[in-house]
């Protein structure tokens, strides 16, 4: 995008965000589309500025891309997901783990500070703590929002709820089942916590190098 300057970007951006688009990864995927969009034209027309194919280019467009928001949504989750599954498979993940898996089963498990019955309330308790940082983030500081964060965030809370409903459950068993079968759960909670924080950082590192590139 050559013919594109840093100012025509923002433009843009800010354009998506004044048009209700609040997810700054869903605005990212949008401006990167608009953008390539405009260059053509612009290729095409050597006479039209920028402001002047915008203008046409959106009194063509604007309805069916904003209501054609779901394609992005798609393709940053796509995203995200490889990238959840990349850091899951990796050796630093297996690494942390297995650590989990020793500190849990030694220190955790049988010790009179917390009980194997209460040892999955822990993640449940951590992906609330993460949900209520981001929240106070994005409305009381005003930080962006990412679509791609959320809807992984919402599917993380689901699983440990789900995995602290059967803790509930199963709690007259728990104290009488294998520790090295409650810990390993334990830590592949506690892992998929790290994963997704890691990959969320990854996310919000990515959309503010590329902003950082177009300044």
Do not use: W
Not at 103 to 109: A, G, T
Not at 123 to 140: A, H, N, R
Not at 153 to 168: A, K, N, R
């Amino acid at each position: 995008m050559e013919k594109l300057k840093k100012e025509h970007l923002q433009f843009i951006d800010n354009y998506l965000d004044n048009s209700d688009i609040v997810y700054a990864d869903i605005r990212m995927e949008m401006t990167d589309h608009v953008a390539s969009e405009i260059e053509n034209r612009m290729d095409a027309d050597n006479e039209s500025s920028f402001y002047d194919v915008f203008k046409v280019y959106m009194v063509e467009n604007k309805a069916d891309l904003l209501s054609d928001n779901k394609k992005y949504i798609n393709s940053v989750v796509s995203r995200n997901s490889k990238l959840i599954f990349k850091e899951l498979v990796c050796f630093k993940t297996l690494i942390v783990f297995l650590l989990l898996v020793f500190l849990s089963n030694n220190y955790l498990v049988g010790s009179i500070i917390i009980s194997p019955k209460y040892l999955f309330a822990i993640p449940v308790f951590s992906v609330s703590i993460i949900g209520v940082v981001y929240f106070i983030g994005s409305k009381i500081f005003n930080l962006s929002r990412f679509s791609g964060v959320e809807r992984l965030g919402f599917m993380y809370y689901i699983l440990f709820q789900f995995l602290h409903m059967i803790s509930i459950v199963t709690q007259p068993r728990i104290e009488s089942l294998n520790s090295l079968f409650v810990t390993v759960l334990f830590a592949l909670c506690i892992t998929l916590i790290y994963v997704f924080v890691k990959v969320t950082i990854k996310v919000i590192s990515l959309y503010y190098d590329i902003n950082l590139l177009h300044n």
